[in-house]
């Protein structure tokens, strides 16, 4: 019996919002397999790390926390990936931008007022945009990939990281450690729930993904994205200018990167520590591929692959699976969702062998 694959006259929509939810499932049985052979307890890891912070109510607030990051990047990046502008340095965006804001909160150190919390974001909202500056201007200017610039732009930025907490920004009462002082009260996102650690950027991931949906869907901007992507040369012909679209996506993803990154250091963090790079940025393409480069369905995919993050941390406690388990099934969500694509453009027939003329 052969297969082959035929394309089809126009993309499946069945197919294009059935494969994440066949890509999760998938990663679950292959995951719970794999891990089953090479002497772990498979079906324990995938339920510690995929039910067990959906029944666990103390793991809620964890989920919302973790989600945050993933959702604002993600956005960022579904926005850029529309338009055919390939952000994959998001990661180091998300690094400039926490140092922005960390920048500010040293700076303003034992001051108080308002206007600290916002400066810190729009310093690190900027940070992120000049730091996606940089492909931006190589691609427009030297046609210089974006793909290569913008990742190798990430491991700068975290040796930046290292160098800022070991000599000008180290702090003097930290016994030795590399690390910032501890940011004043004004600098630190507010709990919005009581004894939780859920913080402010909660919620403004969620709103953040909300205007974003509104602008893709309802606005000229929206529409430029989509068109520039879809169709480049009629792009050209309707007017939109392809250099100055690379820029917007740039900027933009860059500056939602940022934003994270500082909501991430005035949040969970408090002070810039060795430990800020936590692979955001890397997760975030995932979370824009599984929620479908729409940001309602990055919403969904942010809280998902929180799950994994929390879930993973749970199965290292509870049955010794080791850290690299949490990427190892993100890469497979992965693998099968860009597998699984391809059945939105084709469809599986099986093909009937036809005997020969020679038979009797």
């Not at 995929?50 to 666990?56: E, V, Y």
């Not at 965006?93 to 308002?114: D, K, S």
């Not at 729930?193 to 969620?206: E, S, Y």
């Not at 430029?224 to 040369?233: E, Y």
């Amino acid at each position: 019996m052969q297969f082959r694959l035929e394309k089809r006259r126009e993309p499946s929509q069945f197919m294009l919002y059935a494969t994440p939810v066949a890509a999760v499932a998938l990663t679950m049985i292959v995951g719970a397999i794999i891990f089953s052979l090479i002497g772990y307890d498979g079906v324990g890891a995938v339920r510690e790390i995929f039910l067990t912070p959906l029944t666990n109510a103390y793991k809620w607030q964890d989920l919302g926390v973790k989600a945050a990051p993933l959702i604002i990047i993600g956005v960022g990046l579904s926005i850029a990936y529309r338009a055919n502008v390939w952000n994959i340095g998001a990661e180091g965006q998300y690094v400039i931008g926490g140092l922005a804001g960390t920048g500010i909160a040293l700076l303003t150190y034992g001051m108080t007022g308002w206007w600290i919390l916002p400066l810190m974001v729009l310093a690190g909202m900027l940070g992120g945009m000049a730091y996606a500056a940089i492909p931006a201007l190589l691609r427009t200017r030297l046609n210089v990939n974006e793909i290569l610039t913008s990742l190798m732009l990430t491991y700068a930025s975290v040796q930046l990281i290292y160098y800022l907490i070991r000599a000008p920004w180290k702090d003097p009462m930290g016994m030795g450690f590399p690390q910032t002082r501890l940011f004043s009260e004004a600098a630190r996102l507010p709990f919005i729930i009581p004894g939780t650690i859920v913080h402010l950027g909660v919620p403004i991931a969620v709103v953040v993904g909300l205007v974003a949906w509104f602008i893709m869907t309802r606005s000229v901007f929206g529409y430029r994205m989509r068109v520039v992507g879809a169709a480049p040369h009629a792009a050209r012909y309707g007017g939109f200018s392809e250099h100055k679209t690379i820029w917007l996506a740039l900027l933009v993803s860059g500056a939602l990167a940022g934003l994270a990154g500082v909501l991430e250091v005035a949040g969970p963090f408090q002070r810039m520590v060795p430990g800020f790079p936590t692979n955001y940025g890397f997760t975030a393409i995932i979370v824009a591929f599984l929620g479908r480069l729409n940001p309602l369905g990055v919403i969904v995919a942010g809280v998902v692959l929180a799950i994994t993050f929390v879930g993973g941390e749970v199965a290292q406690t509870t049955i010794g699976l080791p850290n690299a388990a949490t990427g190892i099934f993100q890469a497979m969500m992965l693998f099968f969702l860009l597998a699984g694509d391809i059945l939105i453009k084709y469809r599986v027939r099986r093909v009937v062998p036809q005997p020969s003329q020679g038979a009797a």
